[in-house]
């Protein structure tokens, strides 16, 4: 059975740091690219970074460039949210997910149905 654990929220305030992590387990992944998305309370899930499955090309929402960076260790199944300067609106419960295509040359946003495998999420709360 194929899992994805988030881990790695929590309550932070503003200008703080939280790194995110999500664990797959039940078959690798490291053919595929994987990607970070967020929801806040009342709004749509937004696309916020994705990683190659190289781990060589990232691709991030304009709002969070420069603050927060992907990455992944193939080895360990786990790709990583390093976010830093964290503002209130950062605020959400944030996911981890899996492409459906392998080797794929594309990183950045894809629509939803082209996801293979989403985790249950960590929620990220930035006080002010």
């Known amino acids: 059975q194929v899992q994805l654990v988030e881990s790695g929220g929590g309550l932070v305030q503003a200008g703080g740091s939280l790194r995110l992590s999500c664990a797959a387990s039940?078959?690798?992944?490291?053919?595929?690219?994987m990607t970070w998305f967020r929801q806040a309370p009342g709004k749509e899930r937004d696309f916020v970074a994705s990683?190659?499955?190289?781990?060589?090309?990232?691709y991030y929402r304009d709002s969070v460039k420069g603050r927060f960076i992907i990455s992944r260790d193939n080895a360990k199944n786990t790709v990583y949210l390093q976010m830093n300067s964290l503002k209130p609106e950062d605020t959400a419960v944030y996911y981890c997910?899996?492409?459906?295509?392998?080797?794929?040359?594309?990183?950045?946003?894809?629509?939803?149905?082209?996801?293979?495998?989403w985790g249950q999420g960590t929620q990220v709360t930035v006080s002010s």
């Open positions: 039940g078959r690798t992944f490291s053919s595929r690219q």
């Open positions: 990683i190659s499955w190289r781990g060589s090309d990232t």
């Open positions: 997910a899996v492409e459906r295509v392998s080797y794929s040359d594309y990183v950045g946003p894809r629509k939803a149905d082209e996801y293979e495998y």
